[in-house]
């Protein structure tokens, strides 16, 4: 079983619609994170939760929510959905150390009509 | 002009071939730097961390140019399984809420 894993892995939703993503992890890490990746760009922060109790927003938190329910589950909302919310989202964990890897989920792919 | 820039690719190489990319960053309070490699339509995954003096895991060698604040990953005798698109990823203050990722940069190997 993978130790991030993100669900849906594929969401079709439309233009105004709430839609919540889900992330879950099993590597007893603190800090999870939730990026957008989109075509020609690197991948950016959305936001960012160091403790259950911490949320922190990213570079890109506008339209967006998230929910830091437990250490392991992180989930990100888009309360009114809009088509350049259309990308990939990848949800991550690390631990504390200065070179600590990101460990990413699979991925969910969002198109927004 | 983005914080981070690669070139996108691709670079077609064959079996065996050194291939060698750079990654530029205009930040010069940058303080940690990585290569992450992303397979087509997967999850990027640490490839190696890049330390001022150079570092080599294996086929991979990594470099770092403070002074001209560019990146280099250098991949030796290259398989069909380096395919992939190789992320450069800069900290502005060291922390993992400041990472800057580029693009990528796409390598084929070719048989």
């Known amino acids: 079983d993978a130790d991030v894993t993100q669900t849906p892995r594929n969401r079709i939703t439309k233009t105004g619609k709430r839609i919540m993503l889900e992330c879950s992890q099993t590597?007893?890490?603190?800090?999870m994170y939730w990026y957008r990746q989109d075509p020609g760009l690197g991948l950016r922060l959305i936001y960012y939760?160091?403790?259950?109790?911490?949320?922190n927003k990213g570079e890109i938190s506008d339209g967006y929510s998230v929910s830091r329910q437990a250490q392991a589950k992180f989930s990100l909302s888009l309360e009114s959905a809009i088509p350049n919310q259309t990308a990939l989202y990848f949800c991550?964990?690390?631990?504390?150390?200065?070179?600590?890897?990101?460990?990413f989920g699979n991925g969910t792919r969002l198109t927004v009509t | 002009r983005k914080e981070v820039e690669q070139d996108p690719g691709p670079f077609n190489v064959p079996e065996g071939a050194t291939v060698a990319f750079n990654c530029t960053y205009s930040?010069?309070?940058?303080?940690?730097f990585f290569w992450y490699r992303q397979d087509c339509r997967k999850e990027p995954k640490l490839l190696m961390s890049?330390?001022?003096s150079g570092n080599e895991d294996g086929r991979f060698t990594a470099q770092l140019n403070r002074a001209s604040q560019y990146i280099s990953l250098l991949i030796r005798d290259s398989k069909l399984s380096d395919s992939a698109t190789y992320l450069c990823?800069?900290?502005?203050?060291?922390?993992?809420?400041?990472?800057?990722f580029g693009a990528g940069t796409r390598l084929a190997v070719h048989p």
């Open positions: 990823v800069v900290s502005r203050s060291g922390g993992y809420n400041k990472l800057i």
């Open positions: 930040n010069s309070a940058s303080q940690s």
């Open positions: 890049v330390y001022s």
């Open positions: 991550a964990t690390s631990g504390g150390g200065p070179n600590s890897p990101l460990h």
């Open positions: 590597k007893g890490h603190d800090r």
């Open positions: 939760s160091f403790d259950v109790k911490d949320i």
